[in-house]
């Protein structure tokens, strides 16, 4: 996990001229300075700062202005945004608490508390509900991962930009069928107009690709990795000359190893038009019986069953070979890659150091907060911007 935190600074001599009136629907816009007053606050470097007093010209109110990295409370945004960095580095509320004390800085754990919930609340976007605005993507990468939250695990759904990785949302989920994973995707890929869903092979999302009429890219390391494990042990059946289901449909053995070694390099080298050659070996093995209800599948029916799931599965395994921008240039990876580096930075590393939420949305927020700070690598997030 990379993350660029910017510290928000303590200028006691900067003053942003008041634009609005803070009274109820005053609208006034003519401000006159009455007076210095001093705050005592927490900060690093100073104990105490001046503020002014304004008077409305129009309805006569006052209030104050503070000094940049000042607002109402006594902490100053400097501290409150050390609070946060340590909160995200991986220190409990408990431990920055301890920390900050060590260093002079009296600052309870309910207030890191308060201020890291009050940061992540004001992330932009990140909610199923309320995404960025106007933005969007040809394609959205979707996964679910859960965490332990009150002694519970919870579902977190998490969308990316299929293209470029950025976080979309990171959302509460209240299952994984896919009646639920449709409700979840379909306005996401709807807001931000996406053709094309990628996802791991979970049949769940195959449904939401079919039903809400996407184009639908399913991971090829998932399914590359699965399907080599099962051409292991399938293989190693087939060695040890235990099961003799591939006799009663007249299959030699050195053909179901030639065939299960055939799916191997096609697995790997996934060619759109090698779909016709799975049917081919798909329909040598298309009368395996299919066992008695709760007897073990043996291997004649196990085969079968695979080279009928890749051969279905072959146009959404290979859609990213064929998928290409107006240069010609293929637009996707075919990977799932950009959500699970999602899950494991911006979900799982921070969840590492702790055993668990207290409560689903402080979830929701550390994640999103945390994915937000991975989305301002280049410039730095400025804790600031996240603070009234
Ligand atoms: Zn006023």
Same mark, same amino acid.
């Given at each position: 996990?990379?993350? /660029?935190?910017?510290?928000?600074?303590? #200028?006691?001599?900067?003053?942003?001229q008041?634009?609005?009136?803070?009274?109820?629907?005053?609208?006034?816009?003519?401000?006159?300075? +009455? @007076?210095?007053?001093?705050?005592?606050?927490?900060?690093? #470097?100073?104990q105490?700062?001046?503020?002014?007093?304004?008077?409305?010209?129009?309805?006569g109110?006052?209030?104050?202005?503070?000094?940049?990295?000042?607002?109402?409370?006594?902490?100053s945004?400097?501290?409150?945004?050390?609070a946060?960095?340590?909160?995200?580095?991986g220190?409990?509320?408990?431990?920055?608490?301890?920390?900050?004390?060590?260093?002079?800085?009296?600052i309870?754990?309910?207030?890191?508390?308060?201020?890291?919930?009050?940061?992540?609340?004001?992330?932009?976007?990140?909610?199923?509900?309320?995404?960025?605005?106007?933005?969007?993507?040809?394609a959205?990468?979707?996964?679910?991962?859960?965490?332990?939250?009150?002694?519970?695990?919870?579902?977190?759904g998490?969308?990316v930009d299929a293209?470029?990785?950025?976080v979309?949302?990171?959302?509460k989920?209240?299952g994984?069928?896919?009646? @639920?994973?449709?409700?979840?995707? #379909?306005?996401?890929?709807d807001?931000?107009?996406?053709?094309v869903?990628?996802?791991?092979?979970?049949?769940?999302?195959? /449904?939401?690709?079919?039903?809400?009429?996407?184009?639908h890219?399913?991971?090829?390391?998932?399914?590359? $990795?699965?399907?080599?494990?099962?051409?292991?042990?399938l %293989?190693?059946?087939?060695?040890?000359?235990?099961?003799?289901?591939?006799?009663?449909?007249?299959?030699?053995?050195?053909?179901a190893?030639?065939?299960l070694?055939k799916?191997?390099?096609?697995?790997?080298?996934?060619?759109?038009?090698?779909?016709?050659?799975?049917?081919?070996?798909?329909?040598r093995?298309? &009368?395996a019986?299919?066992p008695e209800?709760?007897?073990k599948? &043996?291997?004649a029916? +196990?085969?079968?069953?695979l080279f009928?799931? $890749?051969?279905?599965?072959w146009? $959404?395994?290979?859609?990213?070979r064929?998928?290409?921008?107006?240069?010609?240039n293929?637009?996707l990876?075919?990977?799932? &890659?950009?959500?699970? +580096?999602?899950i494991?930075?911006?979900?799982?590393?921070?969840?590492?150091?702790? $055993?668990?939420?207290?409560?689903?949305? %402080?979830?929701l927020?550390v994640? +999103?907060?945390?994915?937000f700070?991975?989305?301002?690598l280049?410039?730095?997030?400025?804790?600031?911007?996240?603070?009234?």
């Amino acid at each position: 996990m990379r993350l /660029k935190l910017l510290l928000p600074e303590v #200028k006691v001599d900067e003053f942003a001229q008041p634009k609005r009136c803070p009274c109820n629907g005053c609208p006034g816009m003519v401000f006159i300075p +009455r @007076q210095k007053v001093s705050k005592n606050i927490l900060d690093t #470097k100073y104990q105490e700062v001046s503020a002014w007093r304004y008077e409305c010209a129009k309805c006569g109110c006052t209030f104050r202005v503070y000094p940049e990295g000042v607002n109402k409370q006594q902490i100053s945004k400097r501290v409150n945004g050390m609070a946060i960095m340590l909160y995200i580095l991986g220190l409990s509320y408990g431990a920055v608490e301890i920390v900050l004390g060590s260093l002079g800085v009296s600052i309870g754990k309910t207030s890191v508390y308060r201020a890291v919930q009050s940061a992540s609340e004001k992330v932009p976007g990140m909610k199923q509900k309320k995404l960025l605005t106007d933005y969007k993507t040809k394609a959205v990468g979707a996964d679910v991962t859960s965490v332990r939250c009150n002694g519970k695990w919870i579902q977190i759904g998490i969308s990316v930009d299929a293209v470029n990785g950025m976080v979309l949302s990171i959302d509460k989920l209240p299952g994984e069928d896919a009646e @639920q994973l449709k409700a979840w995707l #379909k306005p996401i890929l709807d807001a931000v107009d996406a053709d094309v869903l990628v996802t791991d092979d979970a049949d769940g999302f195959k /449904k939401v690709s079919d039903e809400t009429g996407r184009s639908h890219q399913v991971c090829k390391s998932h399914v590359g $990795r699965n399907t080599d494990e099962l051409i292991d042990e399938l %293989s190693a059946i087939i060695a040890e000359n235990q099961d003799h289901s591939l006799e009663t449909i007249g299959i030699q053995a050195e053909q179901a190893l030639a065939d299960l070694a055939k799916l191997r390099e096609m697995i790997h080298t996934r060619i759109p038009a090698e779909q016709s050659l799975l049917e081919a070996i798909y329909l040598r093995y298309a &009368n395996a019986p299919k066992p008695e209800k709760g007897k073990k599948h &043996n291997v004649a029916y +196990r085969i079968r069953n695979l080279f009928m799931d $890749r051969w279905n599965l072959w146009p $959404r395994l290979t859609f990213y070979r064929t998928w290409k921008d107006e240069y010609g240039n293929t637009i996707l990876d075919g990977t799932n &890659n950009h959500c699970e +580096r999602s899950i494991g930075w911006w979900i799982k590393e921070r969840y590492r150091s702790m $055993r668990g939420y207290k409560r689903e949305q %402080s979830a929701l927020n550390v994640s +999103r907060l945390i994915a937000f700070a991975g989305s301002r690598l280049s410039r730095g997030l400025n804790l600031a911007d996240l603070m009234a």
